[in-house]
């Protein structure tokens, strides 16, 4: 497991490591200070989760949940916080959040238990959105998900005063492929087509 632990505080950070490989000598800790030390290595590495404390030299609060998710959407994220306030653990999780710990409860394998299933989580929710976003048998995106993304391409154009091109593609005589061949081979031919470029 790599893990990316966001915190400014040099012995919360030597905490969380030394109970992350003690509980698994397997799993990799990297340190960052700030925010934009974060983003620097997200940038260059994959990481298999995050853990982020809320104050840091360059964020503060959940502002800090945002900047992180800009810079990686799909990376699960466990904020580490000495504030038990109930209002700022419910809008962790309302931004996203996979679990909010408190500093301190890092103990072994309950600790990496913690990520563990923090990761799981952020895996279903993106199976959830891909199943709302994807058609399943092309991989392409569905009506609603084109129609959003459209709009948005659309008033980026408008705004940046940029022209915007749009290439639809129709397959003619495809109902006879259904009606004379069957639905499996249609099904079989629109994924194939899905594929081309």
């Known amino acids: 497991m790599q893990v990316l632990v966001v915190e400014d505080n040099r012995d919360d950070l030597d905490l969380v490591t030394m109970s992350l490989q003690r509980a698994d000598r397997s799993i990799t800790v990297s340190g960052a200070s700030t925010i934009g030390e974060a983003r620097e290595l997200i ?4 990481f298999d989760i995050a853990l982020l404390d809320l104050s840091l030299p360059d964020s503060f609060g959940l ?14 994220l466990v904020v580490l916080s000495g504030d038990s306030n109930e209002n700022t653990a419910l ?29 799981e989580r952020k895996k279903g929710e993106q199976r959830l959105r891909d199943m709302a976003n994807y ?48 639905h499996n081979l249609g099904d079989q031919l629109l994924a194939q087509v899905a594929t081309r470029h």
Do not use: C, W
């Open 91 to 119: 809008g962790a999780a309302r931004l996203g959040v996979e679990d909010f710990v408190s500093k301190g409860d890092y103990i072994g394998a309950p600790f990496v238990r913690t990520l563990r299933y923090a990761i």
């Open 43 to 46: 940038a260059k590495r994959d």
């Open 63 to 76: 502002s800090t949940i945002k900047e992180l998710q800009r810079q990686n959407d799909q990376m699960p």
């Open 135 to 182: 058609d399943q048998l092309t991989r392409l995106s569905n009506r609603q998900y084109f129609n959003r993304q459209l709009l948005k391409a659309i008033g980026h154009a408008e705004r940046s005063e940029e022209t915007l091109g749009l290439l639809f593609i129709d397959l003619n005589e495809f109902k006879a492929v259904n009606d004379t061949l069957g």
